[in-house]
């Protein structure tokens, strides 16, 4: 069942490398695939917000759900799976970026851009979120494309990266209601941070 499955995970990957990829579209899957290297395009918007005053609060919860990522799937799950990287194991698949320097599951990029995104998406109006999710979900696929990773990788790291996302958004907002117990500002703070975006 394991190695079927995993034949699966490796079969995906090959059918995208033979119907998919060409000279149009891979120099622009790189470079969005690119945008998510070490975190940067995410790391850049956590700053951003912060540096607002008026998107600080976003800002702490996009930088929070961020830190759990990088903790969670990258220090921990990653080594503790230790699932090496397909272009190494699929017969016939090529890689289209530099060799990576750590393992396979889950994806990096796919959980921090849906960590950030989903915090985004949670706390400002869709015509806000919806953009950046597109945004993160192209990071995401981006991955399949260039070979890195295999499928069940970046669903890891889109469901992980969701979860971290919500778990930020409720500490901080059980932080704010526990320093604050008697005062509704926070929440008609968060209300007038969502007018700002319209």
């Given amino acids: 069942m394991t190695d079927k499955f995993f ?3 490796g079969g995906i990957l090959l059918w995208l490398q033979e119907h998919l990829r060409n000279g ?26 912060l540096i607002i005053p008026k998107t600080r609060k976003l800002g702490i919860m996009c930088s929070i759900s961020l830190a759990m990522t990088f903790l969670m799937n990258n220090l921990i799950l990653k080594n503790l799976v ?20 750590d393992y396979s599951f889950p994806s990096g990029h796919s959980g921090a851009a ?14 806000v979120g919806i953009p950046v999710v597109i945004l993160a979900l192209l990071i995401a696929l981006s991955r399949l494309y260039v070979g890195v990773h295999y499928p069940s990788d970046v669903l890891a790291g889109i469901i992980t990266g969701c979860l971290y996302g919500f778990i930020a958004v409720k500490l901080y907002k059980a932080a704010a209601k526990k320093l604050t117990p008697k005062d509704e500002s926070f929440e ?10 319209k």
């Fill in 7 to 9: 034949d699966i995970d």
């Fill in 114 to 127: 849906f960590a950030v995104a989903s915090v985004i998406y949670s706390q400002t109006p869709k015509k």
């Fill in 24 to 49: 149009f579209l891979t120099p622009v899957i790189k470079g969005i695939t690119y945008l998510g290297d070490h975190g940067i395009i995410m790391i850049t918007a956590c700053l951003l917000l």
């Fill in 82 to 101: 230790a699932r090496t990287r397909p272009y190494e194991v699929v017969e016939g698949l090529s890689c289209l970026v530099g060799k990576q320097h």
């Fill in 188 to 197: 008609e703070d968060t209300d007038e941070e969502s007018e700002d975006y």
